[in-house]
């Protein structure tokens, strides 16, 4: 059936290496896990209308974290532990981090968190936030990169009922430290469906502080860039930054 005028005919075999090539994340991550993710319907390129490449991909059912506040749920912790083991077991096939945003080496980031603490004095305790930053910038390295997703905020996660049901914005997808994706727990949890989360993934001492410190790093972003363009994310920022402060440090 066609849909456009001057449509072409594409094969099956021709959308699979179409995928492989542009969509490699999608590809590995699909079926991997039980819990729903985007899949490329449509692969559309610049006009005259619109100058960026473009995609259609499938709709998943849920309302973001965002919007539908799961933090309290043991349950939805327990799903987002199944997720993050589930990405975890992709093969890496001796792919390494690439050195480009989250998910190497902690003190990478001194120079943009001190820009974040200096923007942020007008709106948090930025001195005492220095300070829990130079406690966590050290924690060492003791594992090697697993799969990730890369990017585990409310608005990348769908729920229904307090349950996890999808996860969008997969694009991400590749090897890293393997408490990147430990973020989830001060984004998205309270204490106890926290510590829920972290007794499903058997989280020693350093990858838990260390996915404390990945959680730190991209709040203090959020905190005061999108103080105006999008207050939501602002307000996330906040949030996962005061769990992080009240978050005692393992002894």
Same mark, same amino acid.
């Given at each position: 059936m066609n849909i456009h005028a001057n449509q072409l005919t594409v094969s099956l075999e021709t959308v699979r290496e179409l995928l492989?090539?542009?969509?490699?994340?999608?590809?590995?991550?699909?079926?991997?896990?039980?819990?729903?993710?985007?899949?490329?319907?449509?692969?559309?390129?610049?006009?005259?209308?619109?100058?960026?490449p473009w995609s259609v991909q499938t709709w998943i059912p849920g309302d973001a974290a965002s919007d539908e506040d799961p933090s309290g749920s043991v349950a939805f912790a327990h799903d987002l532990a199944a997720f993050i083991r589930g990405v975890r077991a992709i093969d890496t096939r001796g792919r390494t981090f690439r050195d480009e945003g989250r998910g190497g080496d902690?003190?990478?980031?001194?120079?943009?968190?001190?820009?974040?603490?200096?923007?942020?004095? #007008?709106?948090?305790?930025a001195a005492r936030l220095?300070? !829990? %930053?130079?406690?966590?910038? *050290?924690? &060492? +390295?003791? $594992?090697?990169d697993v799969m990730n997703h890369g990017d585990?905020?409310?608005?990348?996660?769908?729920?229904?009922?307090?349950?996890?049901?999808?996860?969008?914005d997969v694009?991400?997808?590749? #090897?890293?430290?393997?408490?990147?994706?430990?973020?989830? !727990? %001060?984004?998205?949890?309270? *204490?106890? &469906? +926290?510590? $829920?989360?972290?007794?499903?993934?058997g989280c020693d001492d350093l990858?838990?502080?260390?996915?404390?410190?990945w959680a730190f790093q991209q709040a203090m972003g959020a905190?005061?860039?999108?103080?105006?363009?999008?207050?939501?994310m602002s307000r996330m920022g906040r949030r996962t930054l005061a769990r992080v402060m009240a978050d005692a440090p393992a002894p």
């Amino acid at each position: 059936m066609n849909i456009h005028a001057n449509q072409l005919t594409v094969s099956l075999e021709t959308v699979r290496e179409l995928l492989d090539a542009q969509f490699p994340e999608w590809r590995e991550l699909a079926g991997r896990t039980r819990f729903a993710t985007p899949e490329p319907v449509a692969l559309g390129e610049p006009g005259a209308d619109y100058p960026l490449p473009w995609s259609v991909q499938t709709w998943i059912p849920g309302d973001a974290a965002s919007d539908e506040d799961p933090s309290g749920s043991v349950a939805f912790a327990h799903d987002l532990a199944a997720f993050i083991r589930g990405v975890r077991a992709i093969d890496t096939r001796g792919r390494t981090f690439r050195d480009e945003g989250r998910g190497g080496d902690l003190r990478a980031h001194d120079a943009w968190l001190e820009t974040c603490f200096r923007r942020s004095e #007008p709106l948090i305790d930025a001195a005492r936030l220095r300070r !829990a %930053w130079q406690a966590m910038r *050290d924690l &060492p +390295r003791a $594992a090697d990169d697993v799969m990730n997703h890369g990017d585990l905020i409310p608005g990348n996660v769908l729920v229904a009922d307090a349950r996890l049901t999808g996860v969008i914005d997969v694009g991400g997808l590749g #090897p890293a430290d393997p408490a990147l994706d430990l973020v989830a !727990a %001060w984004h998205l949890l309270d *204490d106890v &469906p +926290r510590q $829920a989360l972290r007794d499903d993934l058997g989280c020693d001492d350093l990858a838990w502080e260390r996915g404390k410190a990945w959680a730190f790093q991209q709040a203090m972003g959020a905190v005061w860039y999108y103080v105006e363009s999008n207050p939501a994310m602002s307000r996330m920022g906040r949030r996962t930054l005061a769990r992080v402060m009240a978050d005692a440090p393992a002894p």
